[in-house]
Each structure stands twice: as C-alpha cells, then as structure tokens.
C-alpha cells in the first residue's frame, strides 16, 4: 500500500501570509495531483505534476514535484479568503493499475480576513 | 458540460439497515469511481470501473458492498447491511479513461449517517 502523508494537517493564516504544504511518501509515483475541496463538494483538480523536479505556477499557488517522485509540495502567496479549504494530494504509483490515484489525508487550510 | 451527478444528496439509515447509491458519470467517459471519504481523511477508492468491467475492487468489503455498472454508462454502489463505521460521504467520480495522470472528476458526493 502506497501512503502518502500530508503535514501539516491544520493550518490557519491571516490573508496575505504564504505558507507551504506538504505531500511525502516511500513510494516512486508516475503523477502526482493536487486537489481542492470545500466543505460539501467533491475534490477539485488543481495540477497534474509528471516530471521528477518539476515545478507548475497557477496564478498564487506554486506547485512542485520532487527529484526522486516521491514528493512534493504546494505553496501559496499572499493567501486569500477564498483558498479556504481542503487540500488533497493523490499520486499515480508505477505499480499500480493506472488510473487509480491514492490520496492523503489532506491539509485543512483556514485563511482569515 | 455536465458535471458528475449522484443521488441521493444525503441520506440517513440506521445500522442493519440496507442504502443505494446512483452515479451518472460525465458522457463519454470510460472509467468510472467510487471513493469512500470519512470525515477527517482523504478520499478511499472502493472500485474503479473501466467501461463496464471492474478494474479494481480490492478495497471494497464485499460481504457487505455491491456496486455494478450494467451498461457502462450509470453505476449504483449498495451497502447492505449497513454498519455504524460506514458513515462517511461516497464520491463518485469519472475519466476519459485510465491512463495515468488523466483528469478525474468528482461529484457531489452522497453523505451517509448510519445511526
């Protein structure tokens, strides 16, 4: 079983600080994708990283994959209210059936006006 | 485009007790999901389908779980007898098809409270 571990688990920030999440694990994946959900919604895609050292900007959130493929982390600067939510890591292993992505559990992420 | 849609939105049962839960998938997509989300942790995959064979069910409790996707289109996932451990919100969710890195997309959910 492929575990993937997320820290910190809670966060809370006032808007305007930046802060970094973290995904780790043991394993080697072939992807690894972010997720966002709100409270009473299915996860949302945010990214999709494929290459070892690769590293994806989407507007705020800086999105990097690790040399190995075994992590990866998720900043965001000058967080707003609306990044409110929870954030979901899911990595595709090699040795898996494609397809099938293993989630961790997640940061729960608070921004305060 | 259509999103995912499950039903029911919400439902409450008591232990013993038998649910079903139905999921339409976004049209044209081949592999279909159902994830098991407790509160506090990450999406679980129960089953995934790929058109209508089962790909990957190995973490469904099959003494108790059921899920069919008859025509490869719509999927209904049961759970019977309900226990008070499978209080959690079960996600549907849907890709073109299993390649690795594909875009999943996920419903709503369907909350359930076993009391």
């Known amino acids: 079983t492929q575990l993937l571990e997320q820290s910190p688990q809670f966060l809370s920030i006032q808007e305007g600080e930046n802060l970094t999440v973290y995904c780790n694990s043991s394993?080697?994946?072939?992807?690894l994708q972010w997720y966002r959900q709100e409270p009473g919604e299915g996860p949302v895609l945010l990214v999709t990283v494929v290459t070892g050292g690769e590293v994806k900007k989407l507007k705020r959130l800086t999105f990097q994959f690790g040399d190995a493929r075994k992590d990866s982390s998720l900043h965001i600067t000058a967080a707003q209210p609306g990044d409110t939510g929870l954030y979901l890591c899911?990595?595709?292993?090699?040795?898996?059936?494609?397809?099938?992505?293993?989630f961790g559990d997640g940061t729960t992420l608070t921004v305060k006006p | 485009e259509a999103g995912v849609a499950q039903s029911p939105r919400y439902k409450i049962i008591e232990k013993r007790q038998s649910v079903a839960f139905w999921c339409n998938p976004i049209?044209?997509?081949?592999?279909l999901y159902w994830y098991q989300q407790i509160l506090g942790q990450g999406p679980k995959l129960l089953i995934q389908?790929?058109?209508?064979?089962?790909?990957?069910d190995s973490q469904l409790p099959k003494d108790r779980f059921s899920a069919e996707r008859l025509k490869g289109v719509d999927s209904t996932l049961k759970i019977q007898p309900a226990k008070l451990e499978d209080s959690a919100v079960y996600l549907c969710?849907?890709?073109?098809?299993?390649?690795?890195?594909?875009?999943?997309?996920f419903g709503e959910g369907s909350w359930l409270t076993v009391v």
């Open positions: 394993s080697v994946f072939s992807s």
């Open positions: 049209s044209g997509h081949a592999t």
């Open positions: 389908f790929q058109n209508n064979g089962v790909v990957d």
């Open positions: 969710a849907s890709s073109l098809n299993r390649v690795s890195g594909n875009t999943i997309y």
């Open positions: 899911a990595g595709v292993s090699r040795r898996t059936n494609a397809g099938k992505s293993t």
